[in-house]
């Protein structure tokens, strides 16, 4: 079945590490975004990916990096710069306008990071 | 800032219809209304969408005003696992390349009661 799988499913790091959350898609979606949610909040924006080899900063991408180097994969890098990673991470992915008729979004079932 | 207000919580009876409102007062003409919930510690699921006309899926259905500044998502027969944050977004669908952001408030928490 086609979807979105994202791993580990729970993550600790020490303070100071870079951690890199897997994002990956067998749905030949071309746009693909990671989201961050805090306890009782909605989801903020951190990265977004429209196609291969090209993304964009969301909301709040400090302290985080990303690369789209395939179509099916999108790994998000949680850096020492982040001054409060612990969180619940969210990959998505949707159609390109012209790709389906259906045009929601599919998400994962998220990353829990925890710093230590 | 999402484009839409949603009432924080609200509770309904197993069994019954449940009922969630959303304001989207500054809604575009080429914007549609989106559902989506998210149940515990899980990813966001896509329910139902719509632009002008009221929209029925095996989910749910979804009444929206008719100067589109509003719109309902209607759980006919609540049951225990609808127990989820609901969200209401409004977006565009882009005819071609271009940026878009999925904007997320806050929700709904709905709790389905036996």
């Known amino acids: 079945d086609g979807g979105i799988t994202q791993s580990p499913k729970y993550l600790f790091r020490k303070e100071g590490q870079n951690v890199t959350l897997s994002c990956e898609q067998n749905?030949?979606?071309?746009?693909m975004y990671w989201y961050r949610q805090d306890p009782g909040q909605g989801l903020r924006l951190i990265y977004y990916?429209?196609?291969?080899?090209?993304?964009q900063k969301g909301d709040i991408a400090e302290g985080y990096s990303v690369s789209r180097e395939k179509k099916e994969s999108f790994p998000l890098t949680v850096t020492s710069a982040q001054k409060n990673p612990t969180a619940f991470y969210l990959c998505?992915?949707?159609?390109?306008?012209?790709?389906?008729?259906?045009?929601?979004?599919?998400f994962g079932s998220g990353t829990r990071l925890t710093v230590v | 800032d999402a484009k839409t207000t949603q009432p924080p919580s609200m509770d309904c009876a197993e069994g019954r219809a449940a009922n969630l409102p959303c304001n989207h007062s500054?809604?575009?003409?080429?914007?549609?209304v989106y559902w989506y919930r998210q149940i515990h510690s899980q990813g966001p699921q896509y329910i139902i969408h719509?632009?002008?006309n009221n929209e029925t899926n095996e989910m749910a259905s979804l009444i929206i005003t008719e100067d589109r500044k509003s719109s309902t998502l209607i759980l006919p027969h609540a049951t225990l696992r609808d127990t989820a944050v609901y969200y209401c977004?409004?977006?565009?669908?882009?005819?071609?390349?271009?940026?878009?952001?999925?904007?997320f408030g806050k929700g709904t928490k709905l709790t389905v009661n036996p």
């Open positions: 998505a992915s949707r159609y390109s306008p012209g790709q389906q008729t259906n045009y929601g979004y599919t």
């Open positions: 749905l030949n979606h071309d746009a």
């Open positions: 990916s429209q196609i291969v080899n090209d993304f």
């Open positions: 500054t809604i575009s003409g080429n914007e549609y």
């Open positions: 719509g632009l002008k």
């Open positions: 977004i409004v977006r565009a669908h882009l005819v071609q390349g271009g940026s878009e952001k999925l904007v």
